[in-house]
């Protein structure tokens, strides 16, 4: 036989009512206890509760799924987010739908209009244009990992020109003369920052500042970019490398690896993001490691509370930590 609601809530001492709240995902909104909320949860996980989503959709008016959007999901950065993302959903009572834009406006804007046609609650979203909000007004949307206008609400991201001057600071700590900067879509807010954030170190250490050393790789031939830009800094003698994020950065390890084998000892590595590969990994990286917890938390409860109270939050600007290495 079925569980249904009135057997969770005769099995946890309290109303159907109050079980109604804990699955939907509002216990804390109608101040129900953290025990008692984790009671009615585990005894639905042990009586494998499933709730019948169309009927909870149809009388609560929500389809209680909410859209991730990113550029690229296999990136490890955003693949990890994700998860998290899913998992705090989850705790809300909401399912996630994941698409890539390829960081294509035209893509972008297929995948909202899919979205909404779908009639999802709400949408996290790392945007590839500064129109999305202005565009999907009536669709709760939280920004992170780059937003366009510095007055933006509902808007999750880290200090990024700060977090570029700490890498390239480490750089030139760690003895390098000469640093070049490798990155993508540098039309974009949070590429823009990390740019002048490392030119902000150069500058404050009185090195030269040299543009044909700020090379922006093209999103489709990542690794041919890296490959070219890497050959051009090395042959101008380039000893220190900060990459703009953790894929140009595994692809510059492979490349001075496979073609350049006598630099490994001479050049030092600094990438955004981290990976797991990077604690062995030759050249040395020291990288800057994004709390993908506190994202993915702020993330979600920004967007609910848009979906609850039709209003946006404050954004938040979150810290980093420097993994040296």
Same mark, same amino acid.
């Given at each position: ?11 946890? +001492? ?136 510095? +007055? ?50 150069? %500058? ?11 090379? %922006? ?34 692809? +510059? ?22 990976? %797991? ?30 979906? %609850? ?17």
């Amino acid at each position: 036989m079925k569980p249904s609601i009135k057997t969770i809530a005769e099995r946890s +001492g309290v109303s159907k009512t109050t079980v109604s709240f804990v699955l939907n995902g509002r216990g804390e909104e109608k101040n129900i206890s953290a025990e008692t909320q984790k009671r009615v949860k585990d005894i639905a996980r042990q009586l494998n509760y499933r709730p019948n989503h169309l009927a909870r959709s149809l009388s609560m008016g929500r389809s209680y799924t909410i859209g991730f959007v990113v550029p690229d999901i296999s990136n490890p950065f955003f693949s990890k987010i994700a998860r998290l993302v899913e998992h705090y959903a989850e705790e809300r009572g909401y399912s996630v739908m994941v698409a890539s834009t390829d960081e294509k406006p035209d893509k972008e804007q297929v995948i909202l209009d899919t979205f909404t046609n779908r009639q999802i609650d709400g949408v996290i979203i790392a945007p590839a244009t500064e129109f999305v909000q202005n565009n999907y007004s009536a669709l709760p949307i939280v920004n992170f990992d780059r937003h366009f206008h510095e +007055g933006d609400k509902a808007f999750v991201s880290i200090n990024n020109s700060e977090t570029a001057r700490l890498l390239t600071q480490s750089l030139i700590d760690k003895g390098c003369k000469k640093i070049g900067l490798i990155g993508l879509s540098s039309f974009l807010p949070n590429i823009k920052e990390r740019i002048k954030g490392y030119k902000l170190a150069l %500058d404050t250490n009185k090195m030269l500042v040299d543009e044909e050393l700020v090379v %922006d790789v093209d999103t489709n031939m990542i690794k041919k970019g890296v490959e070219q830009a890497m050959a051009n800094m090395l042959a101008a003698d380039v000893d220190g490398f900060l990459f703009l994020n953790n894929v140009l950065a595994a692809e +510059g390890i492979w490349l001075v690896n496979k073609y350049y084998p006598q630099a490994i000892d001479k050049i030092r590595f600094a990438s955004f993001d981290n990976l %797991d590969v990077f604690d062995y990994a030759s050249p040395k990286v020291t990288s800057a490691l994004q709390p993908g917890d506190a994202i993915a938390r702020h993330c979600v409860e920004m967007l609910c509370h848009q979906i %609850d109270n039709k209003e946006r939050s404050n954004g938040v600007r979150l810290s980093t930590t420097i993994i040296e290495r």
